[in-house]
């Protein structure tokens, strides 16, 4: 069984893909680097949570 997704979640999903749509329309270039600076927040959220992990937060 799939996991319902909160009003909340839906409603960020949706700003995502706006968001993604807004950087496609500019151009490659521009949904290039909305993509590269995805994956970098994303790596930055996961070193952070580490550290924050081994400190005890």
């Known amino acids: ?33 909305r993509e590269a600076r995805r994956k970098l927040y994303k790596a930055e959220g996961k070193a952070t949570r580490s550290i924050l992990r081994r400190f005890g937060l």
């Open 1 to 33: 069984m799939a996991r319902r997704g909160s009003l909340t979640n839906l409603l960020y999903k949706a700003a995502r893909a706006s968001a993604t749509g807004r950087a496609a329309r500019k151009g490659p270039e521009s949904l290039a680097k």
